[in-house]
């Protein structure tokens, strides 16, 4: 079956510090892996992808496929960077987007 | 810019209404999808259409029916509103053919039903 599994509903860190949002994956084949990023009051938009291998706002995320994971990294986290974040995985075959329950990141200052 | 606009915001029903959620897209894109966006649960698609007049069921399609008459616009109806489908509504869309699964999405559509 195909499934993202993100295993912490919130995340709360003080600014400066590192940040890690776990994503697992299941899918049979080479998977295509999404984060997405949803701001207070704002629409889900896309953060980064692993094809691309880019750090946006400081953010990466690699693919471990012998671990079938896609987490996101920040090494210092501000406080911007609250939000809600998703972890998505593209099934080609299906032709649809499947989301993770996503984490809520909380940077105090 | 890519634009994807959901017609109202926030929608307050009572059960048993019939309701119409409106999405239109600006960019000449041939995917549409609804999700519904529901805390702890994340996103979950409801239907997707490919191009006009194409619809397939997502993964929680019971109690919901779409409309794709025309390519930029996506309709989501609620036959008979139920206070279970008080939710957060996203509609999105995406390129169709292309290589990658970057999707496109709304501000949101929250419904109460009552």
């Known amino acids: 079956a195909q499934r993202v599994t993100q295993p912490e509903k919130l995340l709360s860190v003080f600014k400066g510090a590192p940040v890690e949002l776990k994503c697992n994956y299941s899918?049979?084949?080479?998977?295509?892996l999404f984060w997405y990023v949803q701001y207070s009051r704002q629409r889900l938009q896309l953060l980064l992808r692993?094809?691309s291998r880019e750090s946006i706002k400081g953010f990466t995320a690699d693919l471990n496929k012998g671990e079938t994971s896609f987490h996101l990294k920040k090494p210092f986290a501000q406080e911007e960077d609250s939000a809600m974040y998703y972890c998505?995985?593209?099934?080609?075959?299906?032709?649809?987007?499947?989301f993770g329950a996503g984490t809520r990141l909380a940077v105090h200052p | 810019d890519v634009k994807v606009t959901q017609s109202s915001r926030y929608l307050v029903k009572r059960t048993g209404e019939k309701v119409f959620l409106e999405c239109v897209q600006d960019m000449d894109h041939e995917n549409m999808f609804w999700y519904r966006q529901d805390p702890g649960l994340g996103l979950r698609l409801i239907y997707f259409s490919y191009d006009v007049k194409m619809k397939e069921k997502g993964d929680i399609p019971e109690g919901y029916s779409v409309s794709r008459e025309k390519k930029e616009r996506f309709s989501l109806i609620l036959e008979s509103a139920s206070t279970n489908q008080t939710s957060m509504y996203l509609c999105?869309?995406?390129?169709?053919?292309?290589?990658?699964?970057?999707?496109?999405f709304g501000e949101g559509s929250r419904l109460t039903v009552l």
């Open positions: 899918y049979s084949g080479s998977p295509e």
């Open positions: 998505a995985l593209w099934s080609g075959g299906y032709n649809k987007l499947i």
């Open positions: 692993h094809i």
């Open positions: 999105a869309s995406r390129i169709g053919g292309a290589l990658t699964g970057e999707l496109f």
